[in-house]
C-alpha cells in the first residue's frame, strides 16, 4: 500500500483546489457576489461574503496543506451543503439540481478525509510524526 500514499495528497488537493479558486473569484467580483447572497434571502449579505470567502481561501488551502485536516474537511463539508440547500434548491432547473448533487458530492469526500485524515503527504502526519520526538525528549 505503500506505494498508494500519495492518493490522499491528490484528493485533498483535487477537493481543496475548487474551494481555493472559488473563494478568490469571489474576491475577484465583490459587487456581485455580495448581490447574488442577498438575491438568494441570506441574512447580512456583506458578512455572509467575509465568512465565504475566508471558509473557501483558508479552508482550501489548510485542506491541501493537510493542516488540522479532519476538523477542516467536517467544515467545509458542512459549508458545501449550507450552500447546496441555500443556492441551489430549484430542482426544476437541471443546472441547479446538477449543483446541489456536486455540493453533496464534495460533503461525501470531505467525510471521507475527516474520517480517514490527510494521510502521509500533510502537515498533520509531519506534526504527528515529531510528537513522539517532543514527547522523548521532554521525557529525558
Given amino acids: 500500500m505503500d506505494r498508494y500514499k500519495f492518493l490522499p495528497l491528490l484528493g485533498r488537493v483535487l477537493i481543496g483546489a475548487p474551494f481555493l479558486m472559488s473563494g478568490l473569484g469571489k474576491l475577484a467580483a465583490h459587487a456581485a457576489t455580495v448581490g447574488y447572497i442577498a438575491s438568494a434571502g441570506l441574512p447580512v449579505p456583506s458578512l455572509a ?9 483558508g479552508g482550501g488551502l489548510l485542506l491541501m496543506s493537510g493542516y488540522r485536516a479532519r476538523f477542516v474537511a467536517v467544515a467545509l463539508a458542512v459549508f458545501s451543503v449550507m450552500t447546496a440547500i441555500s ?7 437541471q443546472n441547479q439540481m446538477i449543483h446541489f448533487l456536486k455540493n453533496v458530492m464534495m460533503a461525501g469526500g470531505l467525510l471521507q478525509i475527516a474520517y480517514f485524515g490527510a494521510g502521509a503527504f500533510s502537515l498533520d502526519a509531519r506534526r504527528e510524526r515529531a510528537l513522539p520526538h517532543a514527547a522523548a525528549l521532554s521525557a529525558g
Wanted: glycine share 0%.
Fill in 87 to 93: 443556492f441551489h434548491h430549484n430542482f426544476a432547473d
Fill in 49 to 57: 461574503y467575509v465568512v465565504a470567502v475566508l471558509v473557501e481561501v
